[in-house]
């Protein structure tokens, strides 16, 4: 049995994932934190069930997704503002 693989970008870096991964275990393999809150400080997910809201990113254009919540799509576009 083979695996599935998906392709996305995760603010234009090419990343390639398991099929049923969700969008915030993709973004944590590149290491780069979810957004920055007001002070500047790297964010990332507490609860992993959609609850927290610290996950949120922009998901091909659309603002405020949470990321925990979402599998992973070919093509699929992610941003984060965690820079």
């Keep these: 049995m083979s695996r599935q693989w998906i392709h996305l970008t ?3 870096r090419p990343l390639s994932v398991p099929a049923g ?6 973004i944590a393999r590149l290491d780069l934190g ?3 809150s007001v002070r500047g400080q790297t964010r990332m997910p ?3 069930m959609g ?3 610290e996950c949120r990113v922009r998901i ?4 405020g997704q949470r990321a925990c919540m979402v ?3 070919n093509d699929m576009c992610v ?5």
Excluded at 21 to 26: H, Q
């Design 21 to 26: 991964t969700s969008v915030a275990a993709a």
């Design 34 to 36: 979810f957004r920055r």
């Design 71 to 73: 599998p992973v799509t």
């Design 60 to 63: 091909n254009g659309r603002p």
């Design 10 to 12: 995760v603010n234009s």
């Design 51 to 53: 609850v927290c809201f």
């Design 46 to 48: 507490l609860c992993g």
């Design 79 to 83: 941003e984060v503002d965690a820079r």
